[in-house]
């Protein structure tokens, strides 16, 4: 019941403000705690890619989906042509490219 509230005043806050990248990090991490479907998460994501891009934790979300979707050229396509900076608990990037490869 506490997800279901959270993920309702997270969408909320994104829908007040669509140009930070952060909410939709927090977002992404409370739909997959409460079980939403990768396909709707990634649908949020990429409609508000312009925005996601511009954090790298939020848009390795983006493209952790994709892989997760067997979307693995766009994938691939993401990783190649965007430099991933260094951030805590961002170590699994590298598993990401393997896994799109």
Do not use: C
């Not at 279901?4 to 403000?17: D, G, P, Q, R, Y």
């Not at 994501?45 to 996601?52: A, F, P, R, S, Y």
């Not at 954090?55 to 493209?63: C, L, M, P, T």
Request: no cysteine; aromatic share 8%.
């Amino acid at each position: 019941m506490m997800i279901t509230a959270a993920i309702i005043n997270m969408e909320k806050a994104v829908s007040l403000n669509n140009q930070d990248p952060r909410y939709f990090y927090e977002l992404d991490i409370l739909y997959e705690i409460g079980n939403v479907s990768a396909e709707k998460r990634l649908i949020v994501l990429e409609e508000n890619h312009k925005t996601v891009i511009q954090r790298d934790d939020a848009f390795s979300r983006e493209i952790i989906l994709l892989v997760q979707s067997g979307e693995y050229h766009k994938a691939i396509e993401h990783l190649t042509n965007h430099h991933f900076h260094t951030w805590e608990g961002g170590g699994q990037i590298h598993q990401v490219y393997v896994n799109a490869h």
